[in-house]
């Protein structure tokens, strides 16, 4: 940055913007997105929602929770009671990650009920190279909350493909 700006804006914009934030950030939205999105939602709702759906819309809005984790362990985060849920016979350690094997929830499901494609958690299958959701994963330890966190750990290489093939092997046509 300069040491002494000049009062009037360039008409001709820098090639090698600064690293320093204004000091007077515009008021102004730009017309432009931006190439590094921020990860933190905004304060302030968009006028402009976005046209296309979510890869897993909720009908049950997360609660806005202070501390969304990404660490859970072999287990996923739950936005709807803003802690990580645990496999069938896996309980939270004293981190709150789901790495203790015990007998407490081996007859605890806490997918039950969920609809795959939907809500269910979603893992890898070796033996097809797409993800897949369901209810009941026995013994499967490898879980994610969508197609294409599963899709971008597993299959790297291809992960556009793999999440349009997993997620239509869940359409359900009437």
Same mark, same amino acid.
């Given at each position: 940055?300069?040491?002494? =700006?000049? $009062? &009037? %804006? #360039?008409?001709?914009? *820098?090639? !090698? @913007? +600064?690293?320093? /934030?204004?000091?007077?950030?515009?008021?102004?939205?730009?017309?432009?997105?931006?190439?590094?999105?921020?990860?933190?939602?905004?304060?302030? =709702?968009? $006028? &402009? %929602? #976005?046209?296309?759906? *979510?890869? !897993? @819309? +909720?009908?049950? /809005?997360?609660?806005?929770?202070?501390?969304?984790?990404?660490?859970?362990?072999?287990?996923?985060?739950?936005?709807?009671?803003?802690?990580?849920?645990?496999?069938?016979?896996?309980?939270?350690?004293?981190?709150?990650?789901?790495?203790? /094997?015990?007998?407490?929830?081996?007859?605890?499901?806490?997918?039950?009920?969920?609809?795959?494609?939907?809500?269910?958690?979603?893992?890898?299958?070796?033996?097809?190279?797409?993800?897949?959701?369901?209810?009941?994963?026995?013994?499967?330890?490898?879980?994610?909350?969508?197609?294409?966190?599963?899709?971008?750990?597993?299959?790297?290489?291809?992960?556009?493909?793999?999440?349009?093939?997993?997620?239509?092997?869940?359409?359900?046509?009437?």
């Amino acid at each position: 940055p300069s040491g002494s =700006p000049s $009062a &009037q %804006p #360039s008409a001709v914009p *820098s090639n !090698s @913007p +600064s690293s320093m /934030p204004s000091e007077s950030p515009s008021t102004r939205p730009s017309s432009q997105p931006s190439a590094l999105p921020s990860s933190q939602p905004s304060a302030q =709702p968009s $006028a &402009q %929602p #976005s046209s296309q759906p *979510s890869e !897993s @819309p +909720s009908a049950n /809005p997360s609660q806005g929770c202070e501390n969304i984790r990404t660490d859970c362990g072999w287990g996923i985060f739950n936005p709807w009671t803003c802690r990580c849920d645990c496999p069938v016979g896996i309980c939270l350690d004293n981190n709150q990650q789901c790495y203790h /094997p015990c007998a407490e929830t081996i007859h605890t499901n806490p997918w039950a009920g969920c609809y795959p494609g939907w809500d269910c958690p979603w893992f890898p299958d070796p033996e097809s190279d797409k993800c897949l959701s369901e209810m009941h994963q026995p013994n499967n330890f490898e879980i994610y909350r969508t197609a294409k966190e599963c899709c971008t750990a597993h299959y790297s290489g291809k992960v556009d493909s793999c999440v349009f093939e997993s997620q239509n092997l869940h359409i359900r046509t009437v």
